[in-house]
């Protein structure tokens, strides 16, 4: 099985920053996709950013120059460091990675149970 934590959620002014990281564990023999999701009440879950094994990187508009996204293979760990952030951004910030494990033979998509941002005007 796969687990999933983020954690660096918190409570910040506008214009702040806030690092979140996310580290997957588990019979894990490989993850190609890790990234970001949030979720704002009474809204759907969006995208905020994705990044592939190779360092490739993918961002919902609304984030763009503001959030970057970095991983660490070697640790299984995905980082997203927002800066400027507005309160618009107030969210239940989810971790994904997308893994295949030691008892499967393909890719699963697995999810953590999210961390609070909330950004104060």
């Known amino acids: 099985q796969v687990e999933v934590v983020e954690s660096g959620g918190g409570l910040v002014q506008a214009g702040g920053s806030l690092r979140l990281s996310c580290v997957a564990s588990?019979?894990?023999?490989?993850?190609?996709?890790m990234g970001w999701y949030r979720q704002a009440p009474g809204k759907q879950r969006e995208l905020v950013a994705l990044i592939t094994g190779g360092g490739s990187t993918n961002y919902a508009d609304s984030v763009k120059g503001r959030f970057s996204i970095s991983r660490d293979n070697g640790k299984k760990t995905v980082y997203l460091k927002m800066n400027s952030l507005k309160p618009d951004d107030t969210a239940l910030y989810y971790c994904t990675a997308r893994a295949i494990t030691t008892t499967q033979d393909s890719f699963g998509t697995y999810w953590g149970r999210g961390t609070q941002v909330t950004v104060s005007s």
């Open positions: 588990g019979s894990i023999l490989s993850i190609n996709v």
